[in-house]
């Protein structure tokens, strides 16, 4: 007949075996995946190994009593620079334990604080070394803050509850924030990529926003590995837009926190702090438009005496110029007058001496004239046909024309022969007929 146990029975047995083959502590190299304090000062943790790609591969719960746990923390810390954490490696001395209601646990005794940070915390100091080495660990933080963060990119789940949260906080209160979801996975091994995608998306756009908000809900502490990420961190420290990080948890700083220009907890706290910023600059806003109102008051009341005060110095300064200047034409109509009359005298007196040049000059030229005109007479009569014909000489026209030659004259041309006392007409004839 076959052996069968009760199940209290066969628990018993395993506890019993697990107590031969584990007599003594042990030290275990694990990883903190969870790590909680009870209200009755006990620590819970979940201690977790993890193979190629971050794959899990064995987990196991603890405990640190409270009369271990209080001891033992400070002296981590002391040691160490920091509290016990998630994402911490550690060495630890354990018991097995295996109680037939609760199954198998560990009871941690002691941690090495010469272990020091486990893999994720090295990993995060190595990362933010290299961000600091490449020059770029600071300059999201450097970058001057939006006078008004309005108008946002988000990246988070689309149908993450830390969204709807998001989105229903801001709606709340009445400012008019413009928001715009970039769709991304934040959780998992594909996170890393698809933020880096939604980051590319949004620099094409870059303008169009004042601020980059990157959320991400609740869920395992061991699923924040992609925020320790080197190219992801890279990318957020060099972006042109502030980021605004709301990622983590209570107990958890990750590197994309370290780089962003500010880190919150919860997508909860990221609106909280996006709506004080837009309370504080509303306030600012009423608090200067108020300023003016009471500076354009008096400015205004100033503005008003000083234009009266003008107004009666320029009436009085009116009155006295409008004298001044009357007088001054007055004085300058009489010296005109004055200077008038007596360039009109002495315009005269140049017209009078004109004139009487003008008649001597007249007399001389025509003088002049009349006795050039008789020397021309005398010329003009010294060579006139009417003297010559006086003197014997004759004149013989044909045609009313002076016949200067006989070659070629017709015959029975009719000639007029002028003589000083009379013309004589006459006719050619041909030689044949001579007589």
């Given at each position: 007949?076959r052996r069968?146990?009760?199940l209290?029975e066969?628990?018993a047995?395993?506890?019993?075996?697990?107590?031969e083959?584990?007599?003594?502590?042990?030290?275990?190299?694990?990883?903190?995946?969870?790590?909680?304090?009870?209200?009755?000062?006990h620590?819970?943790?979940?201690?977790?190994?993890?193979?190629?790609?971050?794959?899990?591969?064995a987990r196991?719960?603890?405990?640190?009593?409270?009369?271990?746990?209080f001891?033992?923390s400070l002296?981590?810390?002391?040691?160490?620079?920091?509290?016990?954490?998630?994402?911490?490696?550690?060495?630890?001395?354990?018991?097995?334990?295996?109680?037939e209601?609760?199954?198998?646990?560990?009871?941690?005794t002691?941690i090495?604080?010469?272990?020091?940070l486990g893999e994720?915390?090295?990993?995060?100091q190595?990362i933010?070394?290299?961000?600091?080495?490449?020059?770029?660990?600071?300059?999201?933080?450097e970058?001057?803050?939006?006078?008004?963060p309005?108008?946002?990119?988000?990246?988070?789940?689309?149908?993450?509850a830390?969204?709807?949260?998001f989105?229903h906080q801001?709606?709340?209160?009445?400012y008019?924030?413009y928001?715009?979801?970039?769709?991304?996975?934040?959780q998992?091994?594909?996170?890393?990529a698809?933020?880096?995608?939604?980051?590319?998306?949004?620099?094409?756009?870059?303008?169009m926003?004042d601020?980059?908000v990157?959320?991400?809900?609740?869920?395992?502490?061991?699923d924040?590995s992609?925020?320790?990420?080197?190219?992801?961190c890279?990318?957020?420290?060099?972006?042109?837009?502030?980021?605004?990080?709301?990622?983590?948890?209570e107990?958890?700083?990750s590197v994309?926190?370290?780089?962003?220009?500010?880190?919150v907890?919860?997508p909860?706290?990221?609106?909280?702090?996006?709506?004080?910023?837009m309370?504080?600059?509303?306030?600012?806003?009423r608090?200067?438009?108020?300023?003016?109102?009471?500076?354009?008051?008096?400015?205004?009341q100033?503005?008003?005496?000083?234009?009266?005060?003008?107004?009666?110095?320029?009436?009085?300064?009116?009155?006295?110029?409008?004298?001044?200047?009357?007088?001054?034409l007055?004085a300058?109509g009489?010296?005109?007058?004055?200077?008038?009359q007596?360039?009109?005298?002495?315009?005269?007196?140049?017209?009078?001496?004109?004139?009487?040049?003008?008649?001597?000059?007249s007399?001389?030229?025509?003088?002049k004239?009349g006795?050039?005109?008789?020397?021309?007479?005398k010329?003009?009569?010294?060579v006139?046909?009417?003297?010559?014909l006086?003197?014997?000489?004759?004149?013989t026209?044909y045609?009313g024309?002076?016949?200067?030659?006989?070659?070629d004259?017709?015959?029975?041309?009719?000639?007029?022969?002028?003589?000083?006392?009379?013309?004589?007409?006459?006719k050619?004839?041909?030689?044949?007929?001579?007589?």
């Open positions: 007949m069968s146990y009760g209290y066969f628990n047995l395993i506890r019993d075996r697990l107590e083959a584990f007599p003594q502590s042990c030290w275990v190299r694990a990883e903190i995946g969870e790590c909680k304090s009870g209200s009755s000062g620590c819970y943790m979940e201690l977790i190994e993890k193979g190629s790609g971050d794959n899990l591969i196991m719960r603890a405990v640190i009593w409270a009369n271990v746990w001891p033992l002296q981590f810390e002391e040691a160490t620079g920091g509290p016990l954490a998630v994402g911490q490696k550690i060495l630890a001395e354990v018991h097995v334990n295996f109680h209601l609760y199954g198998l646990s560990l009871t941690i002691d090495d604080p010469d272990y020091t994720w915390a090295r990993r995060r190595e933010l070394r290299r961000l600091q080495a490449d020059g770029v660990l600071d300059m999201n933080r970058l001057p803050e939006p006078q008004i309005q108008r946002l990119a988000i990246i988070s789940s689309e149908n993450a830390g969204y709807e949260d989105v801001l709606s709340a209160t009445g008019a924030f928001l715009k979801l970039f769709p991304a996975i934040v998992g091994n594909q996170a890393e698809s933020i880096l995608g939604a980051l590319d998306r949004i620099v094409e756009h870059a303008e926003f601020m980059v990157l959320i991400r809900g609740g869920g395992a502490s061991a924040l992609c925020f320790d990420s080197y190219e992801l890279s990318a957020l420290a060099q972006f042109p837009l502030p980021v605004l990080v709301g990622v983590g948890h107990r958890d700083k994309a926190d370290s780089v962003a220009y500010v880190s907890k919860t909860t706290a990221a609106a909280a702090w996006l709506i004080d910023r309370t504080d600059r509303l306030a600012l806003i608090e200067r438009t108020l300023m003016l109102e009471t500076l354009a008051g008096k400015k205004s100033q503005a008003d005496r000083q234009l009266r005060l003008v107004l009666e110095r320029c009436r009085r300064s009116g009155d006295d110029l409008c004298q001044r200047e009357q007088l001054r007055q300058a009489l010296h005109l007058q004055k200077s008038t007596a360039k009109t005298v002495a315009d005269k007196r140049r017209l009078d001496s004109f004139a009487i040049d003008l008649r001597r000059v007399r001389q030229l025509l003088e004239f006795h050039c005109l008789d020397l021309t007479e010329d003009i009569e010294a006139s046909p009417h003297r010559q006086r003197r014997g000489y004759s004149m026209l045609k024309r002076l016949l200067r030659s006989v070659k004259l017709p015959a029975g041309s009719v000639l007029e022969t002028r003589l000083a006392d009379g013309v004589v007409i006459s050619t004839i041909d030689d044949e007929n001579d007589v």
